[in-house]
């Protein structure tokens, strides 16, 4: 029963020149390319869609419409693991990372093959104006939300993103399920880091690295090669912030990075290139990362530091790269291995 409900839940919400600057992002975004819109429709604009989804995940509120006392099962549990996380767990991570990151660190900060964590980047780069994520895994459909009202899939939902949370909230990288919309998760890490969403819009890559923000037409139009709802941009500021002065922005970009396809489509190494300087994170997808030599050598090569855990990039890909590799203890769950395991952080850094 639980296996079919997850598998009817995927379906309903998995849907499917630049000039490099120091800082291209600070405090944002100044130097995208965009205006590339249909003439005469703006981009369409979810902030709507997303602050619902925000409010129920967050356990801030019940959205109107929702099944109350499945919403409060769901947050009996996940508030207390929320507030573990960002008393405990989160504390822990910033106080070891924070004398093995260094001082001057990019606010642009990239993490590969990343699936739908952004817990990561967050707790490892707490500065970061700009946050990118790369993954095969897409951002989902937030249109969606209507049809939670249906409690037997409100409740698949609840208990999949509950399940699939967990070991994010413990430290640790794990795989997306595909039952889970990766929104979900990237929406969980803002409320335990105590951000929250301001706007969100699709987009596609443009092939010189520019981004095409979609229009309310164009997500209603059939997918062709890739969906319209597999890359996002997620703008968000931390609580009492203004977002008219400290928006910050997190850009999910969903896709293929293998090199034949890279080669045939460099949209996104034109795109990294415009990131200028760059901090990454690598925590548990270090060795898929090194089978993936164009989005390896673009982002080693643009980086100040790299945080990663055992299976961060080798000593010989820092060397190539103009970088050096150090590798510490940890007492924390860093990466990917099971608990209780030993843990270790290993940094790159430009020298």
Sequence with gaps: ?????????????????????????????????????????APAELAAE???????????????????????????????????????????????????????????????????????????????RSVTTLSSVPFGDVRAFGRLRDRARLRALLDAVAAA?????????????????????????????????????????????????LTTTELAAPARDAGPFDSAELTYVRQGEDPAADVRVHRHLAGDTSDATLARDPGLLAYLEARGKIAVLVRGTGAALAAEGKLLAALLGRATVVLGDRTAPTADAALAAGLTREAHPAKVPFGASPAGAADGIVVLRRP
């Excluded at 951000?195 to 010189?208: A, H, K, M, T």
Aim: glycine share 6%.
């Design 165 to 213: 949370s967990a070991p994010l909230l413990a430290g640790r990288s794990a795989a997306t399920p595909p039952a889970v919309p990766a929104f979900a998760l990237f929406l969980t890490a803002l409320a335990a880091h105590g951000d929250e969403p301001v706007s969100l819009r699709y987009f596609r890559v443009e092939p010189q690295g520019g981004l095409h923000f």
């Design 50 to 128: 997303a602050r619902s989804w925000f409010d129920l995940l967050s356990c801030r509120a019940t959205p109107p419409g929702l099944d109350a006392k499945t919403v409060a099962a769901f947050c009996a549990r996940q508030r207390p693991a929320l507030a573990a996380y960002r008393d405990r767990t989160l504390a822990a991570l910033r106080d070891a990372l924070a004398p093995v990151r260094g001082q001057r660190v990019p606010t642009a900060v990239v993490q590969p093959l990343a699936g739908a964590d952004l817990f990561g980047a967050l707790a490892a780069y707490p500065d970061a």
């Design 1 to 41: 029963m639980r296996s079919a409900s997850l598998t009817l839940l995927a379906g309903l919400l998995l849907s499917p020149a630049l000039t490099p600057a120091e800082e291209p992002c600070a405090p944002v975004k100044p130097c995208e390319v965009t205006g590339m819109e249909a003439p005469g429709e």
